[in-house]
Each structure stands twice: as structure tokens, then as C-alpha cells.
């Protein structure tokens, strides 16, 4: 077995480190066990007797003299893909020892192998696997892009790599006491080779993909064009021969055809499409494929138009439209050198002053109406005099090599550009003075700017422009620099980061996932002497996350478990600062279903006397398997939901067996694995924890077949309600009472009612001060003083009524009240909704607008049934009306007050 001995170009090689940044260390088992094995081979050599710590600490000579880091280009051998890697020749142990390399195996096997041997084994890194190591529990370690060393994390393979990837190869050694690893493993990647998916792109810009002529001598040739043609694969340029020698490169060009014909063709002519043969040589040899572009006219629209004398012209004569006059260049190439593109050229004065003397004059440059190379026009600006204007920065000429210095922000008297210190004169410096105007516009964008811009930072264009009569003659002269504003940010101290309050010096990171932001608890300032940066405007911070193929992709923020990138990229400084953030998997401590409809305490009798508290949980059976939602508790004491696709969860039936969650019965939860990732599974289920799937629904005391099965179910679900006295049981035929109706409503608009919500505030106390039976500290107080305040009850004199029954139109009262507060519209016509329902005469006064508002929306009395208006209001009823209003819990409460 060789390994493939092509360097794979620079595109290759960078891919190798790319991926193992931030494969670092997250916690997680081992994951390869060396066990001990057979006694040593006769005659094999005892290298180890100088101690485990020189074969650890040795180096590795590899075949063909590769060296870590390598990069192999993905190959086929007919339909198979052929097997590279780095493949170990030789250990140099520490104390000078010298062992060869014998064996490749995978590391599942090492245990049955002979002792006094040296093997090797490949690992495909991923950042999300565990940690591979020694066993002695120490990990091996791997070189990162930034040359840190890292934990290699990864899967064994079984045979030497073919597929597209980053690995690394470990060896090993046995002596007679057991299996080691060396401390540090070698890495090498396969790239994707192919030419597939490959892009054309203009001069090495892959994001440039139009071509169009360019103005150049012979430009059209295909010769001559196709040095600015460049083939990219995933977002790299390769390597063309023209400029490393004959079929040295990546690739080289075939032949090119009009598209859809098969002539050759060796002149471009524009506004066609062509296609054209790429074919690989070096790491692609062997591959091709056909890639069509579209050449295009030159637009002037988008030109770069550079005049003679910057446009500006002294004498007698009128301003020029002879093109070779007028134009330097166009996008770099002067027209005048082709003949072709001068004829496609044409210049017109569109403006001019109102003497039609001298000034300022307006041309514009378009192309000619039959011109087969360019397109569109652009209007250039031409000043003409009868002499030139000499201008000068603080007694400096202005000419086109003047330059200024950076200005450093941060001093405390910063030397800004002055434009006051510009003077402009006739001819020379001792010429009379003559009136200018400065123009600023950003270097970058070519957007307007002022002055004053010129002491914020940023690159700004400042150009000085004389057009003015002294003593009879028209002074003419334009002049130009850039001033660069910057923040000189040169030393380490002036950058103070902290994450969680405590300082970071080592630009290393590292938290727990906890399914938050951990980026809202970085603080960033950035000072230089008595000024403080702006984040937007000085800087920015730039996050990307490493993704599963070692690529780093821009990311929101900082949430799931693996490695990050974040850059304070300077704006009005540089250079730029990065830190590593590592996130760990959250280790998870205990596990419960968490869509039950019902739970109950569950107790098993594990050995005589002992007695284990579970719970048991209750599934609707509905014929078809059933796949429970878990939730976990985090070793930080918080909740977190593991999504259904990175679990795998077994059952067994009451006699041990493997079986799926479907017929009525009691289960017991196996095991739950966890696919690696947000969190680190290592739970042991209590095995008094049963699920038991039920016809029952919801509650154990409501049938799935009774009518208000579903909207109790709802109303469980969302938190409206739940069983008598937190259990199982939901007793829906026992009626409600004025405190535990608030509390419906009072959860509808998103509050919650528990042990941690009996405190109230002092102005909720005030409230409910006024009721004699309102106990401060009662499950239902919280909700009472809401739904006083809101307007939706009101007492009998000094009591609430707490345990007085509900009737039918109170609650629709209630109900209603609760509903003009959340912004519904209960008017209707009440009388002629009432005179609809049998019943609809016997409601109190004070309830027909609310009753005749249920009614009308079939909240009450639908399926023509009474209203039974002074009749008390049951459980099950009272959910049902809730949930027909209301499906689904609002966050009302808690958006308003989150103290509520």
C-alpha cells in the first residue's frame, strides 16, 4: 500500500488546516480502548524498554519524504476511488532509537495483534465526535490552523482513506504490559480534485464571472484574452500553466467554439456565448469539462476614464472631442494604441459655459452608433483656461505624487488634513491668488462628503478644483489626495475584552452550551489614551462557526456546542483582533418525558425492602407508534429540550423485551442516546420510571371518546389548567370556583402559577387587601389581583367569594371582560341572539351583552343546547368554552410585566 505522492497545489494544502481549527477538547468518553494482546513476536526488537515516555514523545519519518499537513487530490481509478494517506515509515524514538513502521490496522483491532510491533491507524477528525485517547485516558493531540495544538476528535476508519476529508494517522506500540499511542498524530486531508461544479472567473476575481473586451491591443484574440480568464473550484482560483510552465498548473485550455457550434474559433466577437474545454494537469490530470462564458462589450457607463492632463486644458483652442486628445485611458488601456477600439469611440460637448468662452465644459464620451465593441457613455468633466492654476497643501505643490500622511485619531491633537492650508495661484507660487473649491467624497464608495468628514475616520478623496477670471484671464487646475483616518490601535493593551465579567488574556474562550447567546456576555472596549471606539462605528465583531467539513461560515452568534471564531474587525483601525470560543456540550443529569398527557408518582420494589420513587407517565394509545418528546436537566440545574432527530430512545415491554412504544401496556425506558453535539449524555433512567400508554386521554378520568376530550387536552397543553391537587385526575365534572376561574384566565394571558409565584408585589397586595378571604400567600392570590386590576371580576364588598361556584353567565361575564382587555370586540346584537336560544330569556340583566357574545361566536349554547345561564359551570365546560376563545396561551403577562 503507497500513498499517493501529488501535492495537490496550495488549494490542498490549505484545506488540511482549515478543517482542524477548533477541533478542540469538549469532554466526551474515549474512544479508542487499547487493550492488551498476544505476547511479543521471537526476535522482535524491545525498543520500549527505555520507558513508554520515549516511543510518546518520538517522531515519525512518513513514505515519500510527506510531512504532516499533506494534501491528497481525490482520484478514481476507473469507477474505484483510490486509497491515500500519510503512511508511516519509521519511529525516532526520543532516546535516538530508530523502529520501523510494519502495519496499517484498524484501531478496533489492535488487541489481536502480536507485541513488539508498531501500527498505525487512520481517524477521520470531526469536531463533533469524541476525544480519541490513549489508555491511559490522555488525549492525542493534533496541530491546529493557528499551530495550537488541539484534542484530535474523530472516527476510526477501517481501511486507508479514499473519500474527501480531513484525518489524521495515529501510531501505536505494544510492549508486554498493554497498548500506547504517541502524543501527537500527523494529519492530511483529501480534497474534492474534481473539476466539477468548476466556475469561470476574470482576472483570479471569483466573484467576477461577466467577461467583456477590455480595449486591449488584440484584446479579442483568444491568444491574448484568455490571460484574463482564470477557473475556479469552490471558491479558489487554480493554477493555469501559463505562468509555471507548459501542463505544470492545475489546468490548461483546449479548444474554444462558438456555443452549440463546433468550429474552432480564435477571435471573440462580442454580445456571443462560447464554450470552452478546460482540461486538468498536475492534481486535476485525467479530468476535463466544458465551461461557457459570454463576452461582452465594454460598458462606458461603468469605465474608468482617465483624461489627458486630468481634463484640464490651457490655450487658445476650444476643448478637444478628439478622442486621442481628450482620453489617457479607458479602464487602463489607451484607445489611441488600438485602432479597433478608437473606432468604436465617439466625444460630444453636452455642456459648456453661457459665454461659450472659457470654463468648465461637459463632454460626453458614448459609444458610435455601429460600434461593435462598446456600449452606453459616460460624461466627463473638462476645465479650459487661458492659464493654469498652481496648487499647493501648506507650501507643498499638489502634484500627482503628493501625498499626506495617516492621521492617527487617537492622538490627543490629531494632525488633520487642513483645507484651509490649500492655495491655489496663477501659474506658479508667486502668482496672484485665485479661488478654488474643494470636493470630498469617500475614497471607497465615491459618495459625497463634507469637510468635516475629513476628521472622521475613514479614506476620503479630496480634490481641489480652480476655476476663476484673475485680472481677465480664466485660471484653470485640478489637483488630488487621499487622506487616511485611522485609529492606531498597535498595542494589545488598548483592547480590553472580558467574558462573564473576568478578563481574557489569552484570546481563548470556552463555555457550556446553554441555548442562549453566550456572545451577550462578551464586553468589548477599545481606548487609546482618553477616547474610547464606538462599536459601528469604529469596529465590528465578526462571528463564524467551524461546520462539520472544517469550513468556517459566518454565524448570528455564539449558541451551539463547537468552535467559533470572533474577530473585532477594526473600521476606523487595524489590525484586526480574533478569538477562539469554544463552546462544550452541556452535560445532562436527568431525563423525563415531557409530553405526557398525565403523570402520577410511580414506586418499585427493586430488592426486598427496598422501595425506588419513579414516575410513571402517561401516553394516549392511538394505534400508531408513539415517539415522546424528552426533556432534560442540564448539570446546571436548567431545562433543556433535546430535539426528536438527535435522539434515539429504546424501550422494553414488562418482560425485558426490545419493543416499540404502540399497544396499551406498561414500558420501561432502556436507553436514550444522544447524537454528539449540544449536549453530553451519561444519564442512568430511574428504573422506577414506567410510561404507560392509555386509552385514557389526557387525564386518566377523561375517555378519549368523550366530547370534551380534545379541548381538555388543549387546555393541559397550553397550561390553562391541570389535575386536582397536581394529579392525574381532572375531575371534569366537578364545578369551578371564582379562584380557580381567574386562574384560567390568568394563565390564557401567559401567567404561571406555581410555588416560586407566591410572593407579590406590594401593589398586588394592595389589591387584593380589600377581600377578607384572599390569602396573600394562596396559589390563586397572583392571579385574583390581576384579574381585579384588569377589570374582568370584581368582589361582593370585602370578600372575593373564592370558593363560591361559577355560573354559566358569570363566567361568560368573565370571559368577556377578559376579552375586550385582550383587544377582541364583543358587540353584537344582543336581543336577537338571545331570542334564538330557548333559554336565552332567563339571563340576568348585567349578562346578556357577554352571554349574547358567547353565543353569537359559539363559545356557549352551539349545536343548538341551552344556555343554562344560572347553572354552575363544571371543569370540563369551563376548558371547553376557554379553548374555543382562546387555542392558544398569549405572552400578554409577561410582555407587560415581567414580574407579574
Not at 474512544?31 to 526488537?45: E, N, Y
Not at 469611440?345 to 462598446?374: C, W
Request: charged content about 20%; aromatic content about 8%; proline content about 3%.
Amino acid at each position: 500500500m503507497t500513498a499517493c505522492t501529488n501535492n495537490g497545489g496550495s488549494r490542498a494544502r490549505r484545506a488540511v488546516t482549515a478543517a482542524l481549527v477548533g477541533v478542540l477538547s469538549v469532554g466526551a468518553a474515549p474512544m479508542v480502548a487499547l487493550a492488551t494482546g498476544a505476547a511479543p513476536a521471537s526476535g522482535d526488537v524491545q525498543v520500549m524498554a527505555d520507558g513508554d515516555a520515549f516511543f510518546k514523545q518520538g517522531t515519525v519519518k512518513y513514505e515519500d519524504g510527506l510531512e504532516s499537513g499533506h494534501a491528497f487530490v481525490y482520484k478514481k481509478s476507473g469507477a474505484t476511488a483510490v486509497a491515500q494517506g500519510l503512511v508511516p515509515e519509521s519511529v525516532s524514538y526520543k532516546n535516538s532509537s530508530v523502529a520501523d513502521v510494519t502495519t496499517f490496522l484498524p484501531a478496533a483491532s489492535l488487541s489481536t495483534q502480536a507485541r513488539g510491533a508498531h501500527y498505525y491507524a487512520y481517524y477521520e477528525i470531526d469536531a463533533d465526535a469524541a476525544e480519541v485517547k490513549d489508555s491511559d485516558g490522555t488525549p492525542i493531540l493534533v496541530e491546529g490552523a493557528d499551530g495550537e495544538e488541539v484534542s484530535l476528535r474523530g472516527t476510526s476508519t477501517t481501511s486507508m482513506p479514499t473519500d474527501p476529508g480531513t484525518y489524521a494517522v495515529v501510531v501505536f506500540y505494544a510492549d508486554s504490559t498493554g497498548w500506547s499511542a504517541m502524543d501527537r498524530a500527523a494529519t492530511f486531508s483529501i480534497v474534492n480534485g474534481g473539476l466539477e461544479g468548476a466556475t469561470l472567473v476574470e482576472d483570479g476575481d471569483v466573484e467576477d464571472t461577466t467577461f467583456a473586451y477590455n480595449g486591449e491591443n488584440a484584446g479579442r484574440q483568444w491568444a491574448n484574452f484568455q490571460k484574463h480568464v482564470g477557473v475556479a473550484v469552490d471558491g479558489v482560483v487554480l493554477k493555469n500553466e501559463r505562468s509555471i510552465g507548459a501542463h505544470d498548473g492545475d489546468y490548461h485550455f483546449g479548444t474554444i467554439t462558438e456555443k452549440d457550434k463546433t468550429d474552432v474559433i480564435s477571435v471573440l466577437e462580442c454580445e456571443k456565448e462560447y464554450t470552452v474545454d478546460v482540461i486538468g494537469d498536475g492534481a486535476y490530470s485525467g479530468q476535463s469539462t466544458k465551461l461557457t462564458f459570454k463576452f461582452e462589450k465594454m460598458d462606458l457607463a461603468d469605465a474608468d476614464i482617465v483624461l489627458n492632463n486630468s481634463g484640464v486644458f490651457v490655450g487658445p483652442s476650444n476643448p478637444t472631442t478628439n478622442i486621442s486628445s481628450l482620453v489617457a485611458t479607458i479602464n487602463g488601456e489607451n484607445p489611441s494604441a488600438n485602432s479597433d477600439f478608437l473606432a468604436c469611440l465617439d466625444a460630444t460637448i453636452t455642456g459648456r459655459p453661457a459665454s461659450g468662452d472659457k470654463g468648465e465644459y461637459k463632454i460626453t464620451i458614448a459609444a458610435t452608433e455601429d460600434s461593435k465593441y462598446v456600449k452606453n457613455s459616460k460624461e466627463v468633466t473638462v476645465l479650459w483656461g487661458n492659464a493654469g492654476a498652481y496648487i499647493s497643501y501648506d507650501g507643498t505643490q499638489m502634484t500627482s505624487s503628493f501625498t499626506f500622511p495617516t492621521v492617527d485619531l487617537t492622538q490627543e491633537k490629531p494632525a488633520y488634513f487642513d483645507p484651509s492650508k490649500i492655495k491655489t495661484t496663477v501659474t506658479n507660487a508667486s502668482g496672484a491668488e485665485t479661488d478654488h473649491k474643494v470636493i470630498v467624497t469617500n475614497y471607497e464608495t465615491g459618495a459625497s462628503a463634507t469637510e468635516a468628514d475629513l476628521q472622521r475616520a475613514g479614506k476620503w478623496l479630496v480634490t481641489v478644483k480652480v476655476l476663476d477670471n484673475v485680472n481677465g484671464q480664466t485660471v484653470v487646475g485640478l489637483a488630488s489626495v487621499v487622506v487616511v483616518n485611522t485609529n492606531v490601535i498597535s498595542d494589545s493593551d488598548n483592547i480590553f475584552v472580558t467574558y462573564d465579567g473576568k478578563a481574557i488574556t489569552n484570546n481563548i474562550i470556552s463555555d457550556d452550551y446553554t441555548g442562549s447567546d453566550l456572545l451577550e456576555k462578551l464586553s468589548v472596549e477599545i481606548s487609546k489614551g482618553n477616547k474610547v471606539l464606538v462599536e459601528g462605528t469604529d469596529y465590528t465583531i465578526e462571528v463564524k462557526k467551524q461546520d462539520s467539513t472544517g469550513k468556517w461560515v459566518a454565524a448570528d452568534g455564539v449558541v451551539d456546542a463547537g468552535s467559533y471564531q470572533v474577530t473585532i474587525k477594526g473600521i476606523s483601525f487595524s489590525p484586526n483582533v480574533q478569538y477562539t470560543f469554544d463552546v462544550d456540550p452541556r452535560t445532562l443529569v436527568s431525563i423525563a418525558p415531557s409530553n405526557a398527557f398525565a403523570t402520577q408518582d410511580n414506586y418499585v420494589e427493586t430488592t426486598p425492602g427496598t422501595i425506588v420513587k419513579g414516575t410513571r407517565y402517561y401516553f394516549a394509545h392511538t394505534g400508531e407508534e408513539i415517539a415522546p418528546e424528552f426533556t432534560f436537566k442540564g448539570d446546571d440545574g436548567k431545562t433543556y429540550t433535546v430535539p426528536a432527530d438527535q435522539l434515539e430512545v429504546t424501550y422494553e415491554d414488562a418482560s425485558g423485551n426490545p419493543v416499540d412504544l404502540k399497544d396499551e401496556g406498561d414500558y420501561t425506558i432502556d436507553t436514550v442516546t444522544i447524537k454528539p453535539g449540544n449536549f453530553a449524555y451519561g444519564i442512568v433512567m430511574n428504573v422506577a420510571d414506567v410510561i404507560e400508554v392509555t386509552t385514557a386521554s389526557a387525564f386518566v378520568d377523561v375517555p378519549n371518546d368523550a366530547w370534551y376530550a380534545e379541548a381538555v387536552a388543549t387546555a393541559k397543553q397550553q397550561g390553562y389548567i391541570g389535575g386536582i391537587g397536581g394529579t392525574s385526575t381532572f375531575a371534569p365534572l366537578r364545578n369551578m370556583s371564582r379562584a380557580d376561574v381567574v386562574c384560567v384566565l390568568y394563565r390564557m394571558a401567559g401567567g404561571t402559577i406555581d410555588s416560586a409565584d407566591e410572593d407579590l408585589s406590594n401593589e398586588q397586595e394592595a389589591i387584593i387587601s380589600q377581600f377578607e378571604d384572599v390569602d396573600p400567600h394562596a396559589y390563586y392570590a397572583r392571579a385574583v389581583a390581576w384579574a381585579t386590576e384588569m377589570g374582568i371580576v370584581r368582589g361582593y364588598g370585602d370578600t372575593f367569594g373564592t370558593g363560591r361556584d361559577v355560573s354559566t353567565e358569570e363566567f361568560a361575564t368573565m370571559l368577556a371582560r377578559y376579552a375586550t382587555a385582550m383587544g377582541t370586540d364583543t358587540s353584537v346584537d344582543t336581543d336577537a341572539v338571545l331570542a334564538g336560544v330557548a333559554d336565552g330569556d332567563q339571563v340576568s340583566s348585567y349578562a346578556r351583552d357577554a352571554v349574547a357574545w358567547a353565543v353569537e361566536n359559539g363559545y356557549v349554547a352551539s349545536n343548538g343546547n341551552l344556555i343554562d345561564p344560572q347553572g354552575s359551570v363544571y371543569r370540563a365546560r369551563v376548558v371547553t368554552i376557554a379553548v374555543r376563545y382562546q387555542p392558544e396561551q398569549l405572552d400578554t403577562i409577561i410582555s407587560q410585566n415581567p414580574h407579574a
